[in-house]
């Protein structure tokens, strides 16, 4: 699955307006139960070499997307509704359960 340009290019002006709000969250949202969750801003996920191989295993070409520094201060559920159906109810469960197993830096 890759995430096509056109998606995000429709997002982008929503992405604009919502990022500054999202990242004034992204303290609070890093430390849920002292670990990752699909809340955390995606680069923090990205930071963790371990986080971001959840991310690249199941979500294939995010972190290399040519807008990623647009949505990087968000949280794959807060890009979820936004992704065209790419990133979907059932991918978000899989993240979460791996990211639980990590634990946060």
Request: glycine letters at 6%; charged letters at 15%; hydrophobic letters at 55%.
């Amino acid at each position: 699955m890759k995430f096509h340009r056109i998606a995000m290019l429709a997002i982008l002006p929503v992405m604009m307006q919502a990022g500054p709000a999202l990242a004034a969250d992204a303290p609070a949202a890093a430390a849920i139960a002292g670990g990752y969750s699909t809340k955390t801003p995606i680069e923090t996920l990205v930071a963790d070499p371990a986080a971001k191989a959840v991310i690249d295993q199941e979500l294939p070409g995010l972190t290399a997307h040519e807008m990623f520094a647009m949505f990087k201060s968000m949280s794959l559920e807060d890009m979820a509704p936004m992704s065209g159906g790419q990133i979907t109810p059932e991918k978000l469960v899989a993240v979460n359960a791996a990211l639980s197993k990590l634990k946060a830096k």
